[in-house]
């Protein structure tokens, strides 16, 4: 069974960059998919960013071109990497992993705690 913890996220003037950190803990024999969501007040958890185990990526079309996932297999640990903020960037950002315990026989879905991330104009 694993844990995902988040950070990275804080207030950041429009244009700027953050880094989103979301490492999984705990006795974990795989990691498949990882990628991010964020959530608005109001809103749905949109899908932000997906990596596979073999790296392939898939974004958001709000994302595309200023957003850029990426994972350290050796730490379990996926990060995004957001650059150009708007303020429409503006929200609750959560990781996800896919991940297979010691003790289970098929992947399951894990979820980090949520980070803020807030853009200012």
């Known amino acids: 069974q694993g844990q995902l913890v988040e950070s990275g996220g804080g207030l950041v003037q429009a244009g700027g960059s953050l880094r989103l950190s979301c490492a999984a803990s705990?006795?974990?024999?795989?990691?498949?998919?990882m990628g991010w969501y964020r959530q608005t007040p109001g809103k749905q958890r949109d899908l932000v960013a997906v990596?596979?185990?073999?790296?392939?990526?898939t974004y958001q079309d709000s994302g595309k071109g200023r957003f850029t996932i990426s994972r350290d297999n050796a730490k379990n640990t996926v990060y995004l990497q957001m650059t150009a903020l708007k303020p429409e960037d503006t929200a609750v950002y959560y990781c996800?992993?896919?991940?297979?315990?010691?003790?289970?026989?098929?992947?399951?879905?894990?979820w980090g705690q949520g980070t803020q991330v807030t853009v200012s104009s």
């Open positions: 990596i596979s185990s073999g790296g392939s990526t």
């Open positions: 996800f992993a896919d991940l297979r315990g010691t003790y289970d026989s098929r992947f399951r879905r894990s």
């Open positions: 705990g006795r974990i024999v795989s990691v498949n998919d």
